[in-house]
């Protein structure tokens, strides 16, 4: 049986310093959702961006940690819904083409 700590997810961090994630605004904790408003930028009245996901190279201000050795997000629990859909396999030990592309940026094989 798998736990938490099994879960690559929790320790990798690749995909939260390659990607930029847009949102629902209201997935922010002011329209009624779990996002933290100040890791937020409101782009429009319906579309907001995690901080530091279009800086070059990315990185999203809720990674904690170095990429690939012991990575974690400061807000898992309230993250937003493309980083809870991303790589939906990856607990199981094998990552999708975002998984993997977002691993060898980092100099990280790709998961099973």
Do not use: K
């Amino acid at each position: 049986m798998s736990t938490p700590t099994d879960n690559p997810c929790l320790r990798c961090g690749a995909c939260c310093a390659s990607f930029r994630v847009d949102f629902s605004c209201e997935e922010l904790a002011s329209r009624g959702g779990c996002v933290p408003d100040g890791l937020a930028v409101e782009l429009s009245d319906t579309l907001a961006r995690l901080r530091g996901t279009d800086h070059t190279p990315p990185r999203c201000a809720a990674l904690t940690g170095t990429v690939g050795q012991r990575a974690g997000c400061g807000i898992y629990e309230w993250r937003p819904g493309p980083c809870r859909e991303f790589g939906l396999l990856a607990p199981l030990g094998r990552g999708d083409d975002a998984c993997s592309r977002a691993r060898l940026r980092h100099g990280l094989p790709p998961l099973g």
